[in-house]
């Protein structure tokens, strides 16, 4: 099951957050409210990534790497209280470089698909590289979850934060204007994981960011998603044709 939420904006800053309540009615169990950096591996290249864990008192914990800023897992409890991690992933970094599903990531520039590769703005036609047949699909062949992040541990009222950083220079996929996006993670004392984005550009540009989570509620290993349901909170929704556009 997948969760996203495409939302765009064009120049200046754009803002969005969303939240993921997972069982805030759920027995707790004992727990510290932290963060904890390990290492987590290294790209082909040499370049370090790190693994961030977000835990917050009731025992519930979210995993975030610097590549691609992933949600690497989310621990949480179902009904009875029985932790397991709901979210897919995988168990290295290179079980990430070599998957195609974007699991767990930082999607952007652009999330979803853009029809041939091209966008007009301000008059002008932009070329971008395809990567979904005709399209270009999350951002391109090295969208924002090939990227790596810098990230910083911070703590708010609802709980401990993970503050994720990534500058896109301009051209970067065939995209005008550099674009420095902030996603700030948040595990609440609630158990919800919230994901907030800013981005802010330098000239008009399109953007479009969401997190690309597949959930099984009944935890990792547990069989099919057929008998989930969800619930999207939206009044209005995006047709597409039979490209996906």
Same mark, same amino acid.
């Given at each position: 099951?997948?969760?996203?939420?495409?939302?765009?904006?064009?120049?200046?800053?754009?803002?969005?957050?969303?939240?993921?309540?997972?069982?805030?009615?759920?027995?707790?169990?004992?727990?510290?409210?932290?963060?904890?950096?390990?290492?987590?591996?290294?790209?082909?290249?040499?370049?370090?990534?790190?693994?961030?864990?977000?835990?917050?008192?009731? +025992?519930?914990?979210?995993?975030?790497?610097?590549?691609?800023?992933?949600?690497?897992?989310?621990? *949480?409890?179902?009904?009875? +209280?029985?932790?397991?991690?709901?979210?897919?992933?995988?168990?290295?970094?290179?079980?990430?470089?070599?998957?195609?599903?974007?699991? +767990?990531?930082?999607?952007?520039?652009?999330?979803?698909?853009?029809?041939?590769?091209?966008?007009?703005?301000?008059?002008?036609?932009?070329?971008?590289?395809?990567?979904? +047949?005709?399209?270009?699909?999350?951002?391109?062949?090295?969208?924002?979850?090939?990227?790596?992040?810098? *990230?910083?541990?911070?703590?708010?009222?609802?709980?401990?934060?993970?503050?994720?950083?990534?500058?896109?220079?301009?051209?970067?996929?065939?995209?005008?204007?550099?674009?420095?996006?902030?996603?700030?993670?948040?595990?609440?004392?609630?158990?919800?994981?919230?994901?907030?984005?800013?981005?802010?550009?330098?000239?008009?540009?399109?953007?479009?960011?969401?997190?690309?989570?597949?959930?099984?509620?009944?935890?990792?290993?547990?069989?099919?998603?057929?008998?989930?349901?969800?619930?999207?909170?939206?009044?209005?929704?995006?047709?597409?044709?039979?490209?996906?556009?």
């Amino acid at each position: 099951m997948m969760f996203m939420r495409h939302c765009h904006w064009l120049a200046g800053v754009a803002l969005a957050a969303l939240t993921l309540a997972c069982f805030a009615q759920a027995p707790s169990k004992k727990g510290s409210s932290d963060v904890k950096k390990q290492a987590y591996g290294k790209l082909p290249d040499g370049t370090p990534i790190d693994l961030y864990t977000l835990s917050n008192p009731n +025992g519930m914990q979210a995993g975030i790497m610097t590549y691609g800023g992933t949600v690497v897992s989310l621990t *949480a409890p179902d009904r009875s +209280g029985k932790f397991a991690d709901v979210v897919l992933g995988a168990d290295s970094v290179e079980g990430y470089l070599n998957q195609t599903n974007f699991f +767990g990531a930082l999607i952007g520039r652009y999330g979803n698909r853009i029809g041939h590769g091209t966008f007009k703005l301000d008059g002008k036609q932009y070329t971008l590289p395809k990567n979904d +047949g005709d399209n270009t699909l999350h951002g391109g062949p090295q969208g924002f979850d090939k990227r790596v992040c810098k *990230a910083t541990p911070a703590a708010s009222a609802d709980g401990q934060s993970l503050e994720v950083t990534y500058v896109s220079k301009d051209g970067e996929e065939g995209f005008t204007g550099t674009l420095s996006v902030k996603v700030v993670y948040t595990l609440t004392t609630r158990n919800e994981l919230k994901i907030e984005y800013t981005a802010t550009t330098d000239k008009d540009t399109v953007v479009n960011l969401t997190n690309h989570s597949y959930f099984n509620l009944a935890g990792e290993g547990q069989g099919d998603v057929l008998g989930h349901q969800v619930m999207i909170d939206a009044s209005r929704f995006t047709p597409v044709d039979a490209g996906l556009i």
